[in-house]
């Protein structure tokens, strides 16, 4: 069973800088991406950052510039480098994986920026 354990959110003020990291385990085959989405209340869930097995990387545009997708193959691990955090940044943040052509999510992380 494909579970995923995210970890690195919390309270920072604006300008100030995270980051999350999210391990991917019981993966049986291989990954073939790996994002970030985060959902603001009252707000609908939108895409942060993904990056895919070749290395290539997507990012919103209220993201680019500031965040940074990496990922670990070899610790199936993806990370999100968040710098010059903003109030509105604030969310709770999602990974995701796609392994063939399931993907799976994990429970979230809070990220609350002040200003």
């Known amino acids: 069973q494909v579970q995923l354990v995210e970890s690195g959110g919390g309270l920072v003020q604006a300008g100030g800088s995270l980051r999350l990291s999210c391990a991917a385990s019981?993966?049986?085959?291989?990954?073939?991406?790996m994002g970030w989405y985060r959902q603001a209340p009252g707000k609908q869930r939108e895409l942060v950052a993904t990056?895919?097995?070749?290395?290539?990387?997507n990012y919103a545009d209220s993201v680019k510039g500031r965040f940074t997708i990496s990922r670990d193959n070899a610790k199936n691990t993806v990370y999100l480098q968040m710098n010059s955090l903003k109030p509105e940044d604030t969310a709770v943040y999602y990974c995701?994986?796609?392994?063939?052509?399931?993907?799976?999510w994990g429970q979230g992380t809070q990220v609350t920026v002040s200003s």
């Open positions: 990056i895919i097995a070749g290395g290539n990387t």
């Open positions: 019981g993966i049986r085959f291989g990954i073939n991406s």
């Open positions: 995701m994986v796609v392994v063939t052509t399931l993907d799976y």
